[in-house]
Nanobody, 124 residues
Framework: QLQLVESGGGLVQPGGSLRVSCAGS????????VMWFRQAPGKEREEVLC????????NYVDSVKGRFTTSRDNAKNTVYLQMNSLNPEDTAVYYC?????????????????WGQGTQVTVSS
């Protein structure tokens, strides 16, 4: 059964960078769309970026445009979230989730496998 394991969160100063990894097990991971969600304290969970099975990314949050990117390395069965120019408003638990489809969508029910989440804290 497919499982997702996240790594790479932590504490970073404003203006810094972090890369979060989402490693998937199983032969189908490379074909699935993967969404990055985040949930800040006291706020609802939101979609941030999605990468489809072909490696094309879609951004859903205007405030991260030009700062966050996502990519995948299918040889390593891993999807990455690269976060640059971080600010305190980016503080949240970040989750990766794998879709049952190769296409990105904004329907949470399409994402059936979730990582454990990783805390990203931006603070001086």
């Amino acid at each position: 059964q497919l499982q997702l394991v996240e790594s790479g969160g932590g504490l970073v100063q404003p203006g810094g960078s972090l890369r979060v990894s989402c490693a998937g097990s199983g032969p189908t991971f490379g074909f699935r769309a993967v969404m990055w969600f985040r949930q800040a304290p006291g706020k609802e969970r939101e979609e941030v970026l999605c990468i489809n099975g072909g490696g094309i990314a879609t951004n859903y949050v205007d405030s991260v445009k030009g700062r966050f990117t996502t990519s995948r390395d299918n040889a390593k069965n891993t999807v990455y979230l690269q976060m640059n120019s971080l600010n305190p408003e980016d503080t949240a638990v970040y989750y990766c989730a794998s879709s049952s489809s190769s296409s990105c969508s904004r329907s949470p029910s399409d994402f059936d496998i979730w990582g454990q989440g990783t805390q990203v804290t931006v603070s001086s």
